[in-house]
């Protein structure tokens, strides 16, 4: 691997991770933006495929736990569990990007683990 491939990958790697954030700026981006990127660059370098599967996994468990927060508002744990969800969802993607500038995958703490 050549050092412009591996930088390269580690910068799509970073955008990866950070892409999970555009949805503060454009909604509904955040869930879309991260897949086209994934999609686009997975063949392309080396470790793109890990990093996407990290973040796509991290998107289905939050919304998985989104909608069981969601659910549990009604006994009123809800609100606590969201705004922690909404807390870990701008902290997890941050992490991951300076892991990712580093050269390491980092896998989101509990993420389901549907794409391996």
């Not at 063949?43 to 468990?61: M, T």
């Not at 995958?105 to 683990?113: A, D, G």
Request: aromatic share 12%.
């Amino acid at each position: 691997m050549t050092y412009t491939t591996e930088s390269e990958a580690r910068q799509w790697a970073t955008f990866l991770h950070l892409s999970l954030l555009a949805g503060l700026l454009l909604p509904g981006a955040g869930f879309i933006l991260p897949i086209i990127l994934w999609q686009l660059k997975k063949d392309e370098l080396p470790g793109i495929d890990a990093h996407g599967k990290v973040v796509v996994n991290w998107l289905i468990s939050a919304l998985i736990y989104g909608a069981v927060g969601g659910l549990l508002v009604f006994v009123l744990i809800g609100f606590p569990l969201l705004a922690i969800l909404g807390l870990v969802s701008l902290i997890f993607p941050i992490i991951g990007a300076i892991k990712a500038n580093e050269g390491v995958l980092w896998r989101y703490p509990l993420s389901l683990r549907i794409f391996s």
